[in-house]
């Protein structure tokens, strides 16, 4: 059983830039940043019912990144650049510890049309170079829109690339497998919290979605064949068994264990005995003891959910 990280599923929260803002939409009115930001916001909300900005005006204040196994194991989720949460340093540690891992995939709900493309443009502003991911191989390159093993955004999965929409996004997909969802703030409330200082909380919302994004990446690879029901739920027991061990030092798993449930398995074992059987831990047989645990062959628990100083994704001592 392998500790090497195949898979980096993230999440990316971020803010508007006001200079840019002021610059580019209102160059002849001398706007603050601040006022740019309002003004733009207010803008937006009578356009399209949010005060959402486009990614184009953002850079990222929160960037968190869970470490997968290939066999679909949760190693350790590590928030960029915290408690800093500098943009440059954090959209550095994003690309270079993407490279230092081996180029595993990326998975993201929704990320094609939003995360990837502010963390390009991120990388584009603040002069750093990713020639890995800027590779010239025509329909073979990493970011061709149907390239998923180098990047498996689970909205395009899920709608076959748009074909459909998927009205409730993330929220909802976390909440039909009995996960959090949305917990009190939202996207578009990220810059409000940012304007008051509280970005430990946007770190913390930014790693809910996180978890709630590897526990419908597990259920897409049911969905693919690529594990089954049986798989999927002690992979899930092995995640809450992490999350738990983090919660007295991390708020964010503390908060995500407290609105935590369970997927409710409609299957009777007339309708199919072994999805009904998946969800059902295995009984000892009658004729042996239980076994107990041996504390010498217990592996190592993996590394805090809380980003250390450093904290980037890089491959280093802060492993497990």
């Not at 599923?9 to 160059?27: K, Q």
């Not at 909205?155 to 929409?165: C, D, G, K, V, Y």
């Not at 897409?220 to 983090?246: C, F, N, P, Y």
Request: net charge negative; glycine share 4%.
């Amino acid at each position: 059983m392998s500790d090497a990280v195949a898979h980096l599923i993230f999440d990316v929260e971020s803010i508007a830039d006001g200079e840019l803002i002021s610059a580019v939409r209102y160059p002849d009115e001398t706007l603050t940043p601040e006022e740019a930001i309002a003004k733009y916001q207010a803008e937006r909300l009578e356009q399209t019912g949010s005060t959402f900005i486009p990614h184009t005006f953002m850079v990222p204040i929160s960037v968190v990144i869970a470490k997968v196994t290939s066999d679909f194991r949760l190693l350790d989720i590590k928030s960029l650049d915290e408690p800093h949460f500098r943009p440059h340093v954090m959209t550095k540690h994003f690309w270079q510890g993407w490279e230092a891992y081996q180029m595993p995939q990326w998975v993201t709900f929704n990320g094609r049309s939003f995360d990837i493309p502010l963390m390009e443009l991120a990388a584009f502003r603040f002069g750093l170079s990713i020639p890995k991911w800027f590779d010239d191989s025509g329909y073979k390159s990493r970011r061709n829109r149907f390239s998923t093993g180098s990047h498996l955004d689970l909205q395009e999965l899920l709608t076959n690339f748009s074909a459909a929409r998927f009205n409730g996004g993330l929220n909802l997909a976390a909440q039909s497998l009995g996960k959090p969802g949305k917990m009190g703030l939202s996207g578009d409330q990220v810059q409000a919290y940012y304007d008051r200082g509280d970005l430990k909380a946007i770190s913390d919302y930014c790693r809910c979605d996180v978890l709630d994004t590897y526990f419908v990446f597990l259920r897409s690879m049911v969905l693919t064949g690529r594990a089954s029901l049986a798989d999927e739920t002690k992979l899930v027991a092995h995640a809450r068994e992490w999350i738990e061990s983090q919660a007295k030092t991390c708020q964010a798993c503390s908060d995500y264990m407290d609105h935590w449930s369970e997927w409710k398995n409609p299957w009777q074992p007339d309708e199919d005995a072994t999805l009904a059987a998946s969800t059902t831990p295995p009984e000892p047989a009658a004729d042996e003891p239980t076994a107990e645990p041996n504390p010498v062959a217990e592996t190592t628990p993996a590394a805090s959910g809380n980003s250390d100083e450093n904290a980037n994704v890089e491959k280093a001592s802060d492993d497990s």
